[in-house]
């Protein structure tokens, strides 16, 4: 397919511009492999856009720390959302309800007891900080007990 002077003259004006590949192609009915050829083979050069990168290396904490202190309220709540969730779900795996008594009234009364000594970490701690996988395969080493059912075991023991 052969070049007119129009689209010659066309494709010199836009290439050295900010005018994108796409446009060009589009307006001389070409394909931007086409622009791109002859444009090499005329010796034309488009002006470099800069790419959009940070001076700092450290900008994406810089908008990490930005976006916290924001969101903090919001990020919060879906933390203590999330907890609140991985608890029910280990407390329901476990029975829902106290060994001893049968208490089920309050998630939040219901606690993870270690039968033997085998405890690497703390169940509460491991709901929060810790993948959901690992927090289950500890609370299987547990028995579920209310507080006040917990507090008496613990007192009996010394």
């Not at 829902?96 to 509460?124: M, P, Q, T």
């Not at 289950?136 to 007192?155: D, G, P, Q, S």
Request: contains cysteine; charged residues 35%; glycine residues 2%.
């Amino acid at each position: 397919m052969k070049w007119s002077k129009e689209d010659l003259h066309c494709l010199i004006t836009f290439y050295s511009t900010n005018t994108s590949i796409q446009d060009i192609a589009s307006k001389l009915y070409k394909s931007k492999r086409a622009i791109y050829h002859k444009a090499v083979r005329l010796g034309l050069s488009r002006t470099r856009i800069p790419i959009n990168r940070p001076i700092d290396r450290k900008h994406r904490n810089i908008y990490d720390k930005n976006y916290y202190d924001k969101n903090k309220i919001e990020i919060y709540k879906r933390k203590a959302k999330r907890i609140k969730n991985y608890k029910k779900e280990l407390v329901l795996k476990l029975g829902g309800k106290c060994s001893i008594c049968s208490y089920n009234k309050c998630i939040a009364a219901l606690e993870f007891h270690h039968k033997n000594n085998d405890k690497e970490n703390n169940v509460r701690t491991m709901i929060k900080d810790f993948s959901k996988e690992k927090a289950l395969k500890e609370a299987t080493k547990c028995i579920l007990l209310c507080a006040n059912c917990h507090r008496e075991l613990h007192y009996m023991d010394p």
